[in-house]
């Protein structure tokens, strides 16, 4: 009986010893789980009610080449943000939880065409590693029941992009004059616009 015990004994831990050897803790998966480095998230705060419903269109474009690829090369879902104000004391935070906040779910959907914005919207993009211009217009026939100067297409700046830089989040403004009135056009930003119950608008004349 004893030599049997030592035997089964023997198999047992050799059999454990090869298995642990083959088989990865899922503790060292979740180690080596990181951030895709080539997911960059296009973000459009809240604007005004009326011009919320307004889409901007997503375009990219290769930089090098002029080529559109915008979907070629990349491919998006889309998400609606939870923003809040946080006060600190001494001024304003504007948090996005779900773009920002580890730990935070994001419900992602799929476009059905072509990649857009609203207002209170993000899109993660996963692009092809390379340089890219990205812009964003909304045509003349897109601008609902909103009034501006601009009667034609609303465009953006171009924003230069590459895979290789660690930005993960852009943003998009609405433009307006000095005296505050929109003007019909959009602003591309690393920088995240100021914002105080909606995004206040880029200052473009």
Known sequence: MMKLFLLKAFYFFTFAAVFSQTIPSPFEDDRKVQHNPWELIIYRPDNTE????????IKIEDAETGEDVTHTKVSAKYEWVSMTVVNTGKR???DFE???????????????????LSGGMAARLHLKKGKYKITVTTPKDSHGFFKTSN???????????????PLKVIFVSPTANRNGFYNGGWHISA???????????????
């Open 50 to 57: 009326g011009l919320n419903d307004v889409r901007c269109f």
């Open 191 to 205: 920088k995240a616009p100021q914002f105080y119950e909606v995004t206040k608008p880029k200052i473009t004349e």
């Open 98 to 116: 779900s773009l920002f906040v580890p730990g935070t779910v994001s419900v992602l959907y799929d476009y059905e065409k072509n990649y857009y």
């Open 151 to 165: 009667k034609g297409e609303w465009t953006s700046n171009e924003f230069y992009y590459d895979t290789e830089n």
């Open 92 to 94: 304003k935070r504007t």
